[in-house]
Structures are given as structure tokens and as C-alpha cells.
């Protein structure tokens, strides 16, 4: 990701925080609500309970009057004529809550009203003369109903007063009423108790027109006012559907504001006479039961909230305010302040675009962790700030460079000339090495350097995948170069070299592939023929490998033989081939051919191994193959080490019934030493003897072979000899009494089908 990509990436980040912040406050505000909703609903739940308790209240004590009243109507009959005595009774049975403060008795159809008060029987009264309240009550009662009368304002008692009339029966025919009268304490005391919960409300008492009948002790809406209508804290619109409600008996509930905070109203119908009471939460005492879980979940849900989108408004304020530093650890070295290896793929990527002359060169300081120890920590490190401040001296506006790892610079350099290119490389050397002559230090500062050119023209438009592909090799390129370039002392610099290239990654494919190739059978049995020279038949042959793998390509020998030296992997390579021999050799012999002898190379690591006789007569015995058809040819450095250790080698296996070929005798500094001191069965003259015919021109070169032939001899060993490639050559080796030829004249190496078509089938 580049520089441009991080801060699209950061600006998405930053949008998707505030979405989220956003979101998170919708979900928020959505949750609130029906919590509050939920709150509120419980909240006019609580206040209509309470509101139903002082109801109830004062329903019951109305109930309560008039039940006294009708209890003291049950005293008189058409038998008994009303009596002080029965007045006083009645007082006296009743509780405080229902005492009357006085009590009247008229007869039916009469203007007469016996009235007694505070015990003291009062002189007959005119029922006309009496309040309009008392008047119409007392009539009511005659035609059988129990009526309550509005408040009015007794003369006599002179306090505002309510009454109540009943009728008087004897039997079943109504005799008269009887009058109770009552002030308003006992209901002023309702109102200003608390409820069960122990909560204070304001509950006033108001007619249908809004006029107060009684309140509690502190009004919240001045009842000094008469009427509730008069109150300032409610609007004439609202007080219109309040008239509109109590004329039709409904409840109703309301908010006011007062002193800047609101403030519920409740109206709710006693049910008798158009009275409401009046209700309010002037002190915000009352809780709905689920008040304090709703603050508890508000609380702890706003915490959440706040610590959410504080750390992700943090994270993103985070990200914005160190967006230099993240670039600065995303592409810059801490070091030297130059860029890293990931942002100078990022900058040859992008100038590839647009540019393909270009070559980047690697270089690296030679045995840099001793200068950690002869300079110090510190030191060093100033010498590769040093080599950065050089480079960025060095290199023009469309170039690049970067430090990776601890001494190794890339410089991407714009030109595609192989000298201009080791010219300026190898005066930044120079400049480095000066380095230390400027710290007083004699250590010498080398370097040595890869170089590669780029191959690749990318098209107009390119895309970034294929930018990215091209970058990717040319630095690939130029950090196989550096690898070849680690040999030597002084400064050094090598070019990308693609056939070395191929040559070590055809290495590491063969190295990567040779335990699987084994196991799928993939290494074949050739066998290039051997011609007895003395009966003129092909009677022996030398098993030689090839790779041909599955896909039908064809790794060679000298491909992979050398490898597989160096890795130890030929001594399996070898036991494998000494089993396609056997094999082949016994489905020749079920076949009915006759039988010919077949050498196999061993190497040295197979050679000495402690087991490696062992495997051989294990291959020989399952195969049921005669040992003596079996030649070991071995090369003549197995006795570098030790002659005596190689011959009690050889003595062990031609014990078994095995022979022992010497190969490619004379191809180096052979030593006729060691014919005569070597236990072997065969000696096969190099084929470098023939090679160019110069045998021919070079008497010297016939004396030498026709007399170590002469030697073989006479030490009873047979001769081979290797690169026969004409009539000529076998006519000389003839001559000279060699016993087999061997080489091209005769055939190349062919498969095992092959040979056995060209070979053994033509003998039967």
C-alpha cells in the first residue's frame, strides 16, 4: 500500500467513524425514547394510582355522610315524632369524620325546618327562607333521592358548608327529609394527607365551572384565585379543552409551565355533582416503579456510549494526528530517514509506468558486523547514515534508493547502459570508502554491488498488478546478482546474468524434484553397448541414467550428476540404478536371452558407506541375478585417501562374486602406481585418449596407451577404452591389444527396450 492508498484509507476510516459516531447516537436517541416513552407511561400509571387513592378517599367519606344520614333518617318513623333526644343520638353515634355540624328535619310539602345545632334545638326555620342549595336538596329528598348540595356559604355558621339530604320513610312512604350540614375539614384533611407510598401531592377541589370547593394546604395554583381559569399558567386553549372535558365528565391531563420547568395536570371526576379533583407533582417526588432501573440502564447506557465514541473519535483523531508517523514506520527507515525496501517497490512501480530505462543496483558493505566491533555500535551506525547522505548525493530526480536490512542500499538508477551504470556505482564505492580515512580509521570500507537492467516495457495505462510484476523482477534480478558478487576484497560489481540465472534455478528445481523423480520412477535405465574386440560381438554394456520426467522433458546428466554429488543424493541415485540393472538383467534372463555383463558407476559417499555392501547383495539376491554380472565401476580419486582402505573395499566385494572397473583412467594425473596396487578386474582408458585423433600425429601418446594396455595385461586386467567414434579408433585400439571398445561407433546410449531389440534379439 502506498503513501496515496494509506491516506484514502485513513480518510475511510475517518468517515466510517463518524458514520458509526452518528449511528451510535441514532441508536441512542432511539433507545431513549422508548425508554422514556416506557417511563412516562409508568409515571402517569403511578399518578393515576394516586390520584384514585385521594378519590377513593373522598368518595368513601361522601359515602360515609351520607350512610350516617340515612342511619339517623332510620330513627324516625310515623310513630315516634322527632325528639332533641334522637337528634343528639345521632350526633352522638357518628365519629368525627361524619359529625354534622347541624341537622334538619321537614316534613313533606311542609315550609317547616326543625334544625338542631350543637346539640341545642333551634326554633322552626322556613324552608323558603333557607339558601337555594338547602332548598333544592330538601325537595330532592322528598321525591326519594339522597342528594349532596354544592358548597355554599352557610349565614348562621357563617363558613362555607356542603349538605346533605335523605329521605325519611315509614314504611314505604316518604314522611320528610332529613338535613345534615357538614364543613369542609374533613375533606381539606383528605387532601393533604399523603398516600400509601407516603407521597405529597396538590389536589384541589373544583366544581364543574372551575371554582374551588377546597384544596390542599399549599396550592400549587393559587386557589386565591376562585376559579381555576384564572390561573396565568395555562393558555386559553388549553383551558378551552379543559371546559370541554369537564363539561363532558372526562379525565383529562395537562402540563403547565411555571418557573421554567413543566409541570403535570391532572383532572379527574368525582362523579357527584360535575365536582374534579385537581392534581399535581409540585415537588417531582413521585417515581413510576421502574424510574430507577430507567436511570440506572440511562446511566450506564450513556457511559457506554460516551466511552465508544470516545475511543473511536480518539482512534480516528489517533490515526489523522499520527498519520506522518505511520507513514514514516510504514516507509522509511528509522536509521538513515531514506525510504525502506517496501516503498522503493512502491516508487519503481510507479516510474516503471511511465519509464522503462532503468537498472537498480544492490550493494552491500563487506564483513560489515566486524567494522560493528572494530568501530562500535555508534560509529557504524554513522557510517550507513554516511552511505545514505552519499546516495542521495549521487542519484538525479528520477532515481531512487533505500536501505534494507543492516549494510545492504538499493539504488534504482535511470539508465539501461551496463558501463554508465558500473561507472556510477563504482564511484559511490569510492566515496564510501573514504569513510573511514575521515573517522582516523586504516580499516578499509569495500563494497561489492549487483547490477540488473530492466527487462520488461510495460504498455501505456499499465496497471498496477503489472507494474508490480515488473518491479518485483528487476529487484529479484538485482538481488541474484549481489549473490555472485560476495566473492573478493576489493570493490566489486556484477551483472545480472540470465544463464546463470537459469543454471541455479534449473539447480534448485533438480533439488526440489530428485526425491520425488525417484520415487516416481522417473530415472531410466540407458545402456550404451560394449564390443569385445577379440570376438567382435557386443557382449557387455555400462548402465548410464536418465531423467525423463513425466511431461516427457529430458534433464541430462551433466545436469544433474554434479549436483547430486555435492548434495550426497547420488549413493540413492547409484543403489536405484543397481536395481533397474538386476531387474532388467533377470527379465532378460526369464526371456531366454543370454546374459551379459553390465557395469554400474558408484560413488565415493556410496562406496564407503557401512551398509553399502549389504544393499548390494540384498538387490542381487532379490533379483536372483549372478554377482559376476555385475561391474562396479569406480574413479580413481576413491583411493586419494587410503589405497589400503580401498582394497579391503574391493576384497570384501569380490568375496560376494562382484568386479571392480577402474573408470576414466588417464583423464587427470593418473598414476600407473596404482594398476599395480589396486585389487580391480578392469581398467577403462579415458576417452580423452582419442578425443581429435591426435593419437595419430602423436607417437608418444600410442606408445603410452599401447604400453598401460601391455601393463593391464600383463597384471590380468581387462581394458576398456572409452570414445570409440570411428573404424580408425577401433583399428588402433585393436592393434594395441585392448580387449573391449566402447563410444558412439558403436551406439550412443539407448534405452533398455532399445538395446535389448538391437542387441540381444538380433543374437537369438
Known amino acids: 500500500m502506498n503513501e496515496k492508498k494509506l491516506q484514502?484509507?485513513?480518510v475511510k476510516i475517518t468517515i466510517l467513524t463518524a458514520a458509526v459516531s452518528l449511528l451510535l447516537l441514532a441508536c441512542s436517541c432511539i433507545v431513549i425514547y422508548y425508554m422514556t416513552t416506557a417511563e412516562r407511561t409508568s409515571y402517569q400509571a403511578q399518578m393515576q394510582a394516586f390520584i384514585n387513592e385521594y378519590k377513593i378517599n373522598i368518595e368513601r367519606q361522601f359515602d360515609s355522610d351520607?350512610?350516617?344520614?340515612?342511619?339517623?333518617?332510620?330513627?324516625?318513623?310515623?310513630s315516634r315524632i322527632l325528639t332533641l333526644e334522637n337528634m343528639d343520638e345521632g350526633i352522638t353515634k357518628?365519629?368525627?369524620?361524619?359529625?354534622?355540624?347541624?341537622?334538619?328535619?321537614?316534613?313533606?310539602?311542609?315550609d317547616e325546618l326543625r334544625i338542631s345545632l350543637s346539640k341545642n334545638m333551634g326554633d322552626a326555620l322556613s324552608l323558603s327562607e333557607q339558601n337555594e342549595q338547602v332548598q333544592t336538596i330538601i325537595r330532592k329528598a322528598?321525591?326519594?333521592?339522597?342528594?349532596?348540595?354544592?358548597?355554599?356559604m352557610d349565614e348562621i355558621l357563617q363558613q362555607w358548608v356542603i349538605a346533605y339530604a335523605v329521605p325519611v320513610y315509614d314504611n314505604d312512604t316518604i314522611m320528610g327529609s332529613l338535613l345534615g350540614v357538614k364543613n369542609l375539614d374533613a375533606f381539606e384533611e383528605l387532601l393533604n394527607r399523603t398516600t400509601l407510598s407516603q407521597i405529597s401531592m396538590d389536589v384541589d377541589w373544583v366544581n364543574q365551572n372551575g371554582e374551588?370547593?377546597?384544596?390542599?394546604?399549599?396550592?400549587?395554583?393559587?386557589?386565591?384565585?376562585?376559579?381555576?381559569?384564572?390561573t396565568q399558567v395555562l393558555s386559553e386553549k388549553e383551558k378551552a379543552v379543559i371546559r370541554e372535558k369537564m363539561a363532558a365528565g372526562e379525565p383529562y391531563t395537562t402540563e403547565f409551565e411555571n418557573g421554567g420547568k413543566n409541570y403535570p395536570l391532572y383532572f379527574?371526576?368525582?362523579?357527584?355533582?360535575?365536582?374534579y379533583l385537581v392534581c399535581t407533582d409540585k415537588t417531582s417526588e413521585i417515581r413510576s416503579p421502574v424510574y430507577f432501573r430507567f436511570l440506572i440502564v440511562i446511566v450506564t447506557f450513556f457511559i457506554i456510549l460516551a466511552l465508544s465514541i470516545f475511543s473511536i473519535l480518539y482512534g480516528a483523531r489517533y490515526l489523522r494526528?499520527?498519520?506522518r508517523q505511520l507513514i514514516g514506520l510504514a516507509y522509511y527507515d528509522p536509521l538513515t530517514g531514506s525510504y525502506n525496501l517496501p516503498r522503493l517497490r512502491q516508487e519503481i512501480q510507479e516510474l516503471l509506468k511511465n519509464d522503462s530505462v532503468y537498472s537498480i543496483a544492490i550493494i552491500n558493505i563487506r564483513h560489515f558486523r566486524y567494522m560493528n566491533e572494530i568501530f562500535g555500535r555508534e560509529q557504524a551506525n554513522g557510517i550507513l547514515k554516511a552511505i545514505a547522505r552519499i546516495l542521495k548525493q549521487n542519484i538525479h530526480e528520477s532515481e531512487r534508493y533505500c536501505r534494507y536490512m543492516a549494510d545492504e542500499f538499493y539504488i534504482l538508477l535511470n539508465t539501461d547502459d551496463q558501463v554508465q551504470a558500473r561507472e556510477r556505482v563504482m564511484a559511490i564505492m569510492d566515496q564510501v570508502g573514504t569513510l573511514s580515512e575521515n573517522m582516523n580509521r586504516t580499516y578499509p570500507i569495500t563494497l561489492y554491488g549487483g547490477i540488473a537492467v530492466n527487462p520488461v516495457t510495460l504498455p501505456k495505462n499499465a496497471d498496477d498488478v503489472s507494474a508490480g510484476k515488473a518491479a518485483e523482477t528487476l529487484i529479484h534480478r538485482g538481488e541474484f546478482a549481489l549473490k555472485h558478487a560476495r566473492m573478493g576484497q576489493d570493490n566489486t560489481v556484477v551483472f545480472y546474468d540470465e544463464s546463470i540465472y537459469q543454471a541455479e534455478n534449473l539447480q534448485n528445481q533438480i533439488e526440489s524434484d530428485m526425491k520425488r523423480a525417484l520415487s516416481e520412477g522417473e530415472f531410466k535405465l540407458y545402456l550404451q553397448p560394449k564390443k569385445n574386440l577379440n570376438t567382435g560381438k557386443i557382449q557387455a554394456a555400462e548402465a548410464l541414467v536418465r531423467w525423463i520426467r513425466n511431461d516427457g522433458t529430458m534433464i541430462y546428466p551433466d545436469q544433474f550428476i554434479p549436483i547430486f554429488e555435492k548434495n550426497g543424493f547420488c549413493a540413492e541415485l547409484d543403489l536405484y540404478m543397481v536395481e533397474l540393472v538386476c531387474r532388467q538383467l533377470r527379465q532378460w534372463m526369464d526371456a531366454g536371452y543370454e546374459p551379459m555383463t553390465v557395469s554400474v558407476n558408484q560413488s565415493k559417499l556410496l562406496f564407503y558407506r557401512s551398509d553399502y555392501v549389504q544393499k548390494l547383495c540384498q538387490i542381487t539376491d532379490?533379483?536372483?541375478i549372478p554377482r559376476t554380472l555385475i561391474v562396479m565401476e569406480i574413479l580413481e580419486g576413491l583411493a586419494a585417501e587410503s589405497i589400503e582402505e580401498l582394497n579391503k573395499n574391493i576384497s570384501v566385494l569380490h568375496e560376494k562374486g562382484f568386479k571392480i572397473s577402474l573408470d576414466d583412467f588417464g583423464s587427470g594425473y593418473s598414476s600407473l602406481n596404482l594398476l599395480a596396487r589396486l585389487e580391480i578386474d578392469e581398467v577403462k582408458l579415458d576417452r580423452g585418449f582419442l578425443a581429435g585423433d591426435l593419437y595419430m600425429e602423436n607417437e608418444k601418446l600410442k606408445v603410452l596407451m599401447k604400453n598401460i594396455i601391455r601393463l593391464a595385461e600383463e597384471l590380468h586386467i581387462d581394458t576398456v577404452v572409452e570414445g570409440v567414434e570411428s573404424g580408425d579408433n577401433e583399428s588402433f585400439i585393436s592393434r594395441i591389444g585392448a580387449a573391449w571398445g566402447q563410444g558412439y561407433y558403436y551406439s550412443r546410449p539407448i534405452s533398455a527396450a532399445d538395446f535389448e531389440k538391437m542387441y540381444l534379439e538380433k543374437e537369438v
Do not use: H
Open 66 to 78: 351520607m350512610g350516617a344520614l340515612e342511619t339517623l333518617a332510620g330513627f324516625i318513623s310515623d
Open 142 to 152: 322528598w321525591e326519594g333521592e339522597s342528594v349532596t348540595s354544592y358548597m355554599y
Open 622 to 624: 532379490q533379483y536372483q
Open 321 to 323: 494526528k499520527n498519520n
Open 94 to 110: 357518628n365519629s368525627r369524620q361524619t359529625m354534622f355540624l347541624r341537622l334538619g328535619y321537614c316534613e313533606k310539602d311542609s
Open 212 to 230: 374551588y370547593v377546597t384544596w390542599s394546604s399549599d396550592s400549587f395554583i393559587k386557589a386565591s384565585m376562585g376559579n381555576i381559569f384564572n
Open 8 to 10: 484514502k484509507r485513513i
Open 268 to 275: 379527574e371526576p368525582l362523579n357527584r355533582n360535575g365536582w
